[in-house]
């Protein structure tokens, strides 16, 4: 039953990460986006992938159920989709940089 909330929680926040990616490609700028909470949601997903593989190590093959399985792969995409935000807030702080001096030549 545990394992079915589990699912619930990653599709959840599966389902909302391409949104924030799209979101914040879209405005070109990083005003507004947290770096320290997008590090420690990076951080909880690299901290689950571990500990799955630590169950994993311990309970072999008899660990992997559907269910199990579908939580490991969505804690892979999600990772994915949150690193691709990270990327695309660097690509944002950089476009800030662009236009504050920019603004600054315009002065």
Partial sequence: MAEIFEIGMVLCFGASWPFN???????R???GTS?????????????????KFILI????TA???PSRAIAFVFY???????TAGLVIYFRNKKLDAKAAKANEAKA
């Fill in 21 to 27: 990616v799209i979101r914040a490609y879209k405005a």
């Fill in 29 to 31: 700028t990083a005003k």
């Fill in 35 to 51: 770096l320290l909470f997008t590090l420690l949601i990076e951080i909880g997903y690299i901290s689950a992938i571990i500990g």
């Fill in 57 to 60: 190590s311990q309970q072999g």
């Fill in 63 to 65: 660990y992997w159920t």
């Fill in 76 to 82: 892979w995409i999600n990772l994915i989709m949150v």
